[in-house]
């Protein structure tokens, strides 16, 4: 498997690559990140897949989730990073 042009700039710059670890470390540390993976991890719990591996709990339009393929759900990036879906259905 080849590695990406981002992976291969990591791999070759130690201080780069000490300088994103530092900031990815900070960044996921922060209150409102870890509110947001307990708030997927609550979920996860309810719907009994916490653990296994299968699904990703993923963000709708309109606020609502939906369980999709984990390959879908962390390829997409729409525009600005936002959800490219449609609005969860009543």
């Known amino acids: 498997m080849t590695l990406s042009k981002t992976a291969r700039y990591y791999a070759s710059n130690p201080k780069a690559r000490a ?7 900070a960044y996921h540390s922060t209150a409102k990140r870890r509110r947001y993976r307990m ?3 609550r979920i996860r719990r ?14 709708v ?9 984990p ?7 729409g525009s600005n990073g936002k959800s490219t ?3 969860k259905r009543k």
């Open 19 to 25: 300088k994103k670890k530092a900031y990815d470390t």
């Open 46 to 59: 309810k719907k009994g897949i916490m653990g296994k591996s299968g699904k990703d709990v993923s963000h």
């Open 71 to 77: 390959k879908a759900n962390r390829a997409r990036n």
């Open 61 to 69: 339009k309109g606020g609502g989730y939906k369980l999709e393929s």
């Open 39 to 41: 708030e997927l991890a």
């Open 85 to 87: 879906k449609a609005t």
